[in-house]
């Protein structure tokens, strides 16, 4: 029994909660190509054949995710406008106004960073009645995920739907980056969308801990000290993994456990530098074990349908 109570706690599962199906959501939103007069108009005709709240929120997700490219040249080059007010008052209104425009450039281009994604979002969800905010803090990624201080701002959305917070990331949703922000690269990532908040936080902390949505909040110290889990990604959806590596039974090696709804043929482990590492697999109720003798600094596992075809990364840990 002790052994079984220490396994539960070692391991983090998604909540046991009905998923929606959202096929005709994403179908309409994708295939979408009807002429609109602006944002608002576009909000309300992809939102038009959608009664539930969740599915008006998808909806526009998707749309956005698959209309909106990341601009490189701006996340190297910001925009800047300097502001000047008599109040309080007036500056945050003039701020909005600009933020309104930088918006409106954005979603004319069809491409913009963060800060532009959550805005858009935001606005059609004001459109048609969705309550949604921008959410600012900052993330990490698989290019930085361990780092003592975080420095790399971003900005999310959280929207109510029937009732409840639900946090969502439109940016990440898209694609990806280089490392060295260069490159973007469209691949829709759609587990972004309305994310259990205990796996939203390992990759994003917001300025305000309310938009954690946690019961007990994680501190800023404590960030960047969890594991780092690509749940957006659609291939092997998982529903369960180890919240660190931990010693095996004989305790000569470590070992990682996975739950999937649908689980990858073939894994690869490298270290921080893409070296790669033995281990060895086995199923062990319902979840795919690895284990592995070496101890570097931190480790990757990669999933895919071949090691001879592309793999998609899965997890990093930083073992101590």
């Known amino acids: 029994m002790k052994t079984n109570i220490l396994l ?3 391991l983090l599962c998604a909540p046991a909660i009905a998923q929606t199906d959202y ?3 994403d179908a309409f939103a994708t295939n979408f190509n009807e002429p609109y007069a602006d944002m608002a108009d576009l909000a309300q005709k992809l939102t038009a054949p959608f009664q539930s709240e969740e599915e008006r929120a998808r ?3 998707i749309w956005i995710a698959q209309n909106i490219s990341y601009d490189c040249k701006k996340f190297h080059n910001p925009t800047r406008h300097s502001v000047s007010a008599q109040s309080k008052e007036e500056l945050l209104r003039k701020r909005q106004e600009v933020e ?5 450039k954005s979603f004319k281009a069809k491409k913009g960073v963060c800060a532009d994604y959550s805005q858009i979002f935001k606005a059609m969800c004001d459109a048609v009645g969705l309550e949604a905010v921008v959410v600012t803090g900052d993330a990490r990624d698989f290019h930085r995920p361990y780092r003592n201080n975080q420095n790399n701002s971003h900005a999310w959305n959280a929207v109510k739907i029937d009732g409840q917070w639900r946090l969502m990331d ?3 949703a898209a694609g990806y980056v280089n490392p060295e922000v260069t490159k973007f690269t469209r691949k829709l990532f759609p587990g972004f969308f309305m994310t259990d908040p205990a796996w939203f936080v390992q990759s994003h902390f917001p300025d305000d801990e309310q938009w954690q949505l946690l019961e007990t909040p994680i501190n800023k110290k404590t960030f960047p000290d969890q594991p780092l889990i690509n749940f957006g990604q659609e291939d092997y959806p998982l529903l369960g993994f180890s919240i660190a590596p931990q010693k095996t039974a004989n305790g000569k090696g470590y070992e990682l456990r996975f739950q999937f709804a649908n689980t990858p043929k073939a894994f690869m482990v490298t270290t921080f ?3 790669q590492i033995g281990f060895e697999t086995r199923e062990e109720d319902g979840w795919v074990v690895l284990s592995f003798t ?6 990757t596992v990669f999933a895919g349908e071949s090691p001879r075809q592309h793999m998609s990364w899965l997890a990093r840990y930083e073992l101590k």
């Open 170 to 172: 439109a940016t990440w």
């Open 8 to 10: 539960f706690a070692l």
């Open 100 to 104: 309104a425009k930088e918006m409106a």
């Open 59 to 61: 909806v526009l997700f």
């Open 23 to 25: 096929g005709r959501a």
């Open 273 to 275: 530098n893409s070296k």
């Open 294 to 299: 070496q101890k570097p600094r931190e480790i």
